[in-house]
């Protein structure tokens, strides 16, 4: 009932910028907090970031001050933007969303979109 339906990825040059979307259907958005994942071929997925019911954000410490996370409720959609882009950083991106503080801190997260491929050029 619940689906999450990443957009946005595609191909940019090292440096450059994207804004993925996350798009929440079947519940509202403010009933999740919503968090950002990634994972490159042959490698581990890896946490990027989240934000909380009140928009409060955490991110990991490879993205900070490049990445930012916001949510727009009314549009039942949260946004991952995107700067200065490394090429180390091409992988699908994942959206994921959780429906409690207890969840959210025990990683347990419940819904997952299908992905977005990220694509940084040198």
């Given at each position: 009932?619940?689906?999450?339906?990443?957009?946005?990825g595609?191909?940019?040059?090292?440096?450059?910028?994207?804004?993925?979307s996350?798009?929440?259907s079947g519940?509202?958005?403010?009933?999740?907090?919503?968090?950002?994942?990634?994972?490159?071929?042959?490698?581990?997925?890896?946490?990027v970031?989240?934000?909380?019911?009140s928009?409060?954000?955490t991110?990991?410490?490879?993205?900070k001050?490049?990445?930012?996370?916001?949510?727009?409720?009314?549009?039942?959609?949260?946004?991952?933007?995107m700067?200065?882009?490394?090429?180390?950083?091409?992988?699908?991106?994942?959206?994921?969303?959780?429906?409690?503080?207890?969840?959210?801190?025990?990683?347990?997260?419940?819904?997952?979109?299908?992905?977005t491929?990220?694509?940084v050029?040198?």
């Open positions: 009932q619940v689906q999450l339906v990443e957009s946005g595609g191909l940019v040059q090292a440096g450059g910028s994207l804004r993925l996350c798009a929440v519940r509202t958005l403010s009933s999740y907090a919503m968090g950002w994942f990634r994972q490159a071929p042959g490698k581990e997925r890896e946490f970031g989240h934000i909380t019911w928009s409060v954000t991110y990991a410490e490879s993205v001050g490049r990445f930012t996370i916001a949510r727009d409720n009314a549009k039942n959609t949260v946004y991952l933007q700067n200065s882009l490394k090429p180390e950083e091409t992988a699908v991106y994942y959206c994921a969303a959780v429906d409690s503080l207890s969840k959210l801190l025990r990683n347990e997260y419940l819904y997952w979109g299908q992905g491929q990220v694509t050029s040198s």
